[in-house]
């Protein structure tokens, strides 16, 4: 009769999914802090850079997901718009005025929305399912 000798090698598979993934999920990531910091650029939202230089990105290797976003205040207003630009009409309907940095008064009604982050993640997802792809396959 045969010896027969199983190898039970179901760890390392296991270790080389799990860094394939995350390394997908990096890659994924990568694209779309590129795309984000694209689309404040193009939308000419640029004063000092601080928005588009905050923009990044986090690999949450329990949830197999990636996430974009900026730890800056104001980018909510950049996103989601402001005064009667605001989605939803829920902002300002009334003009108002501010002083700059340059002490300098302007009236605004506010600003539109450029869903930097939204677009970002939400209008690119053929290029990351073949990132996803690419690295899942070792290319």
Same mark, same amino acid.
């Given at each position: 009769?045969?010896d =027969? ?5 179901? /760890?390392? =598979? ?7 993934i ?6 994924? &990531? ?5 795309h ?10 640029? /004063? ?7 923009v990044?990105h986090? =690999?949450e ?7 974009? &976003?900026?730890?800056? /205040?104001?980018a909510?207003y950049?996103?989601? $718009?402001?005064?009667?630009?605001t989605? &939803?009409?829920? $902002?300002?309907?009334? !003009? *108002? ?7 300098? *008064?302007?009236r605004?009604r $506010?600003?539109? !929305?450029?869903?930097f ?6 209008n690119?997802? /053929?290029?990351?399912?073949?990132i ?8």
């Amino acid at each position: 009769m045969a010896d =027969v000798k199983f190898i039970d090698n179901s /760890d390392e =598979v296991l270790d080389a999914m799990t860094e394939a993934i995350r390394a997908s999920l990096e890659a994924v &990531g990568q694209q779309a802090v590129s795309h984000a910091k694209q689309n404040i650029t193009q939308a000419g939202r640029v /004063d000092t850079g601080a928005l588009r230089n905050s923009v990044s990105h986090q =690999v949450e290797m329990g949830e197999d997901a990636v996430y974009i &976003g900026t730890n800056q /205040d104001y980018a909510v207003y950049h996103e989601l $718009g402001t005064g009667i630009y605001t989605e &939803g009409g829920r $902002g300002r309907q009334t !003009p *108002w005025s501010y002083r700059d940095a340059k002490g300098e *008064w302007h009236r605004t009604r $506010g600003i539109r !929305p450029i869903h930097f982050l939204k677009n970002a993640a939400a209008n690119h997802t /053929d290029e990351y399912i073949r990132i996803i792809e690419q690295t899942m396959k070792g290319k």
